[in-house]
């Protein structure tokens, strides 16, 4: 399992950020794929905690050749179910649980990937106010993959992974405090 935390010091409300990463969050994946649909369904209220679903299209000009042969229309596009869970809702400080799965791969291993959990992708996006106008983000994304990989595969992933990191830093305008990868 890859583990990724970053932190970063927002000079922005908490409000606010939470709104830029997680209502208007269309600035995450800009450099690395075209947005064809995005749906998001309003926050609800599951076994006493607000849910979200979304649906996501996206065209991902650098998907491997190799991903690309197990969608179900051959092309670059991959839809995304994306799953957040509110596990901390107060006003200076808010955690989300996200949770990704690919929807357009051929039946039999959509199966497999979602069902049997082979590849597990998760995203845990934390926010605590320090003052009025600053607020601590601190993200950990955790990703499995139980499939043999590929260098392309795994060079694909870490430049995703990397871009969103700095799309989300862009969105914000600099001030990171501290990266670790383990």
Known sequence: MTTIEKTLIIDDTLINVFNKLFEDNDCLFESDAKILEWKQNPWKMKRKILQRKEEVNVYVEDLPDEVVGYTTEGNKNLRLEVKNKMLIDQNNHKKIKTKFKILNV?????????????????????????????????????????????????????????????????????????????
Not at 136 to 149: N, S
Request: proline share 3%.
């Open 106 to 182: 051929n039946p039999f291993l959509r199966t497999i990937l979602n069902d049997l959990h082979v590849i597990k992708i998760k995203n845990i996006t934390e926010l605590k106010a320090i003052n009025e106008n600053k607020t601590d983000v601190k993200i950990y994304i955790f990703i499995k993959i139980a499939i043999p990989k590929t260098k392309a595969l795994e060079q694909f992933i870490g430049k995703i992974i990397d871009n969103i990191m700095n799309n989300i830093l862009m969105a914000f305008h600099k001030n990171q405090d501290s990266h670790k990868i383990v």
